[in-house]
Structures are given as C-alpha cells and as structure tokens.
C-alpha cells in the first residue's frame, strides 16, 4: 500500500463521515419544522421535507460508499449492511416525496411503505452490528434504535391516527438513529487501513 492509497483512503473516511455528520445536522434541522397535529391529517412543512431529503440523501451516499469501502476490505457482512442501509434510506427518500399534505388516504399508503421500508431496515441494522471497527456499545444501541420504529408502526395500525403516543415514538426513534449515525461518522474517521501490505513511496 503507498502513500497515495493511503491519501485516498482518508479522503474516503473524511467523506463518508462527513456525510453522516451532515445527515444529523439537517435531520436535527427538520426537527425546527414539524408538523402541524392541531389538524387532521397533519399538516406537513415544506422546510422540514426539504431537510429530511437532505438527511436522507447523505446517508445514502455515507452508505453506499462505506459499503464499497468494506467490500473491498473483504468484510461482506457489514457490507450487505451498509449497503441495505443505502436501500432502505432510498425507499424512506421516497416518502418524502409523496405528499406536502397528505390525506387521510395516502397516509396510509405512507404508512404501509415505512412498514415496507422495516423489513430492510432491520436486518441492514443487524449485519451492520457485526462491523468490529465501531465499539460493541454502538451496535447494540443501533440495534435497540429499531424498536421506536417497529413500535410507531404498531401504534399507527392500530389507530390510523397521528396523536402522542406515535408522534413520542418517532421522535425518540429520530433520535436514537441519529446519535448512532453520528457514532458511525465518529468510528469511520479514527478508523485505520485495514490493508497489511508494507508502505512503500510513489517512485
């Protein structure tokens, strides 16, 4: 491995998590613009949907390239993860896109797509709880950020309404899933080369 592997190979780390700490940044954004639950259905706002396809997008990118980064490491497992991740973002990108102001009908259909959107994001959360290179703490709390989630799409089911109980589970959902996303920006930029080969200089 020579210096200039070296170079790309931070530069990829300090994108990647650059790109996670951007996700948490306009996810906390969005939180400055929530939905109006004085009506119903809510009423959605249109600065808050900007930042959470901001949020969205660069966690896919954040995945997407640290996927790459582990396949090319041999670590498959917490590739397929990664990468899963990327999916599952894509199909949570769409939802925003759906509707500034949903009806009582499609938000359903927002619903059944977030439900959708579990059965990726579960096991992507899963695989990547095997990455030795973040600390054992941060994949188990990843791990636990999946049960607000499962719970919000319980208690909406049950309901079909929006009130305090799924809007709490959401929020407390948000807020697990952004610390360990800031976690994984963290880990990814102490993380060193995997790569064993003796550095030798550009000739």
Request: charged share 15%.
């Amino acid at each position: 491995m020579n210096l200039s592997d070296i170079n790309k190979e931070k530069h990829l780390r300090w994108l990647i998590a650059m790109s996670f700490f951007t996700s948490v940044i306009a996810a906390m954004a969005s939180l400055s613009f929530p939905p109006d639950f004085s009506v119903e259905p809510p009423k959605l706002s249109e600065l808050g949907l900007m930042f959470g396809h901001l949020q969205t997008a660069f966690v896919i990118l954040a995945c997407t390239a640290l996927g790459i980064k582990l396949a090319e490491e041999k670590q498959t497992m917490s590739s397929i993860g990664f990468t899963m991740m990327a999916i599952t973002q894509g199909v949570i990108f769409v939802l925003y896109a759906l509707s500034p102001e949903p009806s009582k009908e499609n938000l359903d259909e927002v619903y059944k797509l977030f439900t959708a959107s579990l059965f990726l994001f579960i096991p992507s959360m899963l695989l990547i709880a095997v990455y030795s290179s973040f600390p054992k703490w941060l994949n188990i709390f990843g791990v636990i950020a999946i049960f607000p989630w499962v719970m919000e799409t319980i208690l909406y089911f049950r309901s079909h309404t929006l009130g305090d109980a799924e809007a709490a589970a959401d929020f407390i959902g948000q807020l697990m899933i952004n610390v360990t996303v800031a976690g994984w920006g963290v880990y990814t930029l102490k993380g060193k080369s995997h790569h064993k080969e003796i550095i030798k200089p550009n000739t």
